[in-house]
Structures are given as C-alpha cells and as structure tokens.
C-alpha cells in the first residue's frame, strides 16, 4: 500500500522530522541595556527608593541610572519597561512610513538584486566586536578591593563639578591612553590601572608601521574591572567617550618634576603671593607700590575669598599680583627675612574693626612689583644673604 505523505509525517517514531527554534543565547546591545535596567527597577522594588551613594553596589547603580538619565536614545528604549517612573516623561517619535522602510536591518525589503550570496551584510563591524568585548570581559570586584578605587572615583566627580578637572576629546589613543589616568567610556567612568604594551612592527609598501597593542587593567566606576586589550578600549573611548585631564595642581607638578627643578622627594610647602589691595581708603589706595608679601598652604585664590572681612588685607578684596610654587620652604623663617629685609618700607598705618580695635598689618611693603619678584627668586635660590634693599634707589645693593 503506498503511503501518503501524512502517512509518512505521522509516522515519525523518532521524531527526526521534529524541528525546534533555533534559540541564540548572544545577547545584543539593547538587549544588556535593558537587563541592567532591570536590576535599578528590582532595586526599586526591594527598597521602595532610588539608589544612592552609600555603598559599592548602590553607587554603581546610581551611576548607571544617571548615565541612562542623560542619553534620550536609551530613555526611548527603556521607557516601556519604566515600572516605578524613574526616566519621568519620554517622548517616543513615532517614525514615518519611510524611516520604517529605512529601517529595514535584515534586508526584508531588498529586491533579489542586493541577495548575492558573496555580501556578508550582518557580519559584526571590528567597533561592534570590540564593544562586545569590552562588556563580556568585565567581572565584579569585591567591595574591599573596590573600596580605595571608590574613593578615587569619587574625588574625580568632585573635582569635575568644581571644575579642577575637565573632560577632553579622545582623538589619538595610542598618545592619550595611558595608566593612571581616568577616561569616561559609553557614561561610565573608567580608570585605567595599567597596561602591558607590546610593540610589533609591520612591513607595509609605505614604509615600517609600529603597532601596539596588550592586555590591560581597566577598573569602572560600577565595580568591575576588566582586561580589555589596548586597542579595544582606546578606539570606545575614541568612538563614545572622553580623557578626564588631570587637576592643574598635578599637572604643574608633574612640570617641576620633568624640567628637574624638583625631585619626588621634595615636599611641597606652598605658595608665596603678592597681592594688590582694592581698597577705596584714601590713606590707602593713594599709595603707590603697596603689596602685601605672604604665603599660603593652600590655592592663594581660596586664601583671598574673605579678604574684605579680614584686617590683614585691609579689609578689602585683593588682587593676585603674582604667585611662587614653593618646595622645602621654612615658612617661619621665611616670613621673617621678609619683615626684616624690607622693614624700612612696611606700610605703617593703623585700621579699625567694627568693634573699633586698632589693628597695625605688618605684611604689607611700599617697594616696586620687580623689586619684590627678584627678592623672592633670591630667597628660593638661598642667594638672598648677598643683598640688601637700598630705599634711596628703590634697587637691590649687594651687602
């Protein structure tokens, strides 16, 4: 008897002709980006609030939350599964008959003539690869291991909104890409802890071409690290991203270091500053070079904040003249020779406060801005001993 094809269906005893859905375990960009906005909504959920600062894990999701905050894309995507309004109002475009045409991403739209069996269309671009990588390779730390790292990230965010530190665009990575610095990639901030660079040279027509590459130590802000080669991680940031400079303060330093004025073991002691006063008294603004010679642990611009408050600068603002970075410094000894050197010249007049107590300042000189540059040049280089100041000639005589 022949058989039917149902015959022949029905009869599959071993279910070779059973077909299952192929499923793929590979996730897609969209994809992780909604999971890890699951896990703020389960936080959510648990806690009854947003998450904060207070711990490793609360801080890498606030910083996850602020980042998905700032993106209107990712807002768009993950409004639909915004259960506790933590994206607030959204607008979703709604898209024309052509952007839908447009975006057609497998190509169900294209006529046999774009269905050559030689064109790789959805074969992943080298960027989308490295992006890949560079979520994969990622694993938790733990909270002690994370903790100092915390605290430096922490500092960085500080010294951003005060603006000591400012972000910069990553353009050349092999150049800007170095261990030590702080880099914000896809609005995470990373820190770059090392890397272990290899050269290797290729043999081009147009000429020798020296290509580095390695595996590194990358710490993110969220609490994970990763080993993320050279080359992946510079070309996100270049792609997304950004170099956090580093606080003028350092950067000066590093200055000092490298033009062998200072060496590491040299203490930094302050600033020595000459400041003008912007007074309207009379007895005191009809003086011609008055300066007030001093010194400052800190930034001389957060020592001057309440000079109209304070007797020592007249009780009036006053205006940075010129400042000396200062390393190995006595200051006791130095405030002295100061006084003593030009003792013939200090500002001699008495101020009130409000409560009408006499104050006589002891800082402030009557002697030309070259003057004051050269003795303080003097002082730092020791070769102040030779000199002395000559109020006749208003010029520095040797002794």
């Known amino acids: 008897m022949d058989k039917t094809l149902d015959d022949i269906f029905n009869d599959d005893e071993f279910g070779l002709l059973d077909v299952k859905p192929k499923t793929s375990d590979i996730k897609t960009d969209e994809d992780r980006l909604i999971d890890s906005f699951q896990e703020i909504n389960n936080f959510y959920e648990k806690n009854k609030r947003e998450p904060s600062p207070i711990s490793m894990s609360e801080y890498g999701l606030l910083s996850r939350l602020r980042s998905i905050r700032t993106n209107e894309k990712h807002k768009a995507i ?19 008959l052509s952007e839908i045409f447009e975006d057609d991403d497998f190509g169900l739209l294209d006529d ?21 990588d560079f979520v994969a390779q990622r694993e938790p730390m733990s909270e002690k291991d994370f903790r100092k790292y915390e605290a430096m990230f922490q500092q960085v965010h500080k010294e951003l909104k005060e603006g000591k530190r400012k972000l910069k665009s990553f353009d050349v990575f092999e150049e800007n890409l170095k ?5 914000i990639a896809d609005g995470i901030m990373l820190y770059l802890e090392s890397a272990e660079i290899t050269k290797e040279f290729k043999k081009l027509k147009s000429g020798d071409r020296e290509r580095i590459d390695g595996r590194t130590l990358t710490i993110f802000e969220n609490g994970t690290k990763s080993n993320l080669l050279f080359r992946s991680l510079g070309k996100l940031i270049q792609r997304n991203g950004y170099l956090i400079t580093d606080t003028e303060e350092y950067i000066e330093n590093e200055l000092f270091i490298n033009a062998g004025l200072v060496s590491d ?6 600033w020595i500053y000459v400041l003008k006063s912007t007074s309207k008294n009379p007895k005191i603004s009809g003086i011609k070079d008055l300066y007030k010679i001093g010194f400052s642990t800190s930034k001389v611009e957060n020592r001057i904040k309440k000079a109209s408050k304070e007797a020592t600068y007249l009780f009036a603002d006053a205006e940075i003249v010129a400042s000396y970075k200062c390393y190995n410094l006595n200051v006791h000894n130095f405030e002295n020779l100061i006084q003593r050197f030009f003792a013939e010249v200090c500002l001699n007049i008495d101020i009130y406060d409000k409560k009408n107590h006499r104050i006589s300042p002891r800082e402030w000189f009557v002697v030309p801005l070259p003057v004051i540059d050269e003795v303080i040049k003097l002082i730092i280089s020791g070769g102040i001993v030779n000199y002395k100041y000559d109020t006749t000639t208003k010029k520095l005589v040797l002794s």
């Open 179 to 183: 261990a030590g610095y702080f880099y």
């Open 112 to 132: 046999d003539s774009d269905l050559s069996i030689h064109t790789f269309k959805h074969t992943p671009k080298q960027e989308e690869r490295a992006k890949t």
């Open 265 to 270: 073991e040299d203490v930094k002691s302050g």
């Open 78 to 96: 993950l409004k639909p599964f915004d259960k506790y309004n933590l994206l607030g109002y959204v607008e979703i475009p709604k898209p024309t």
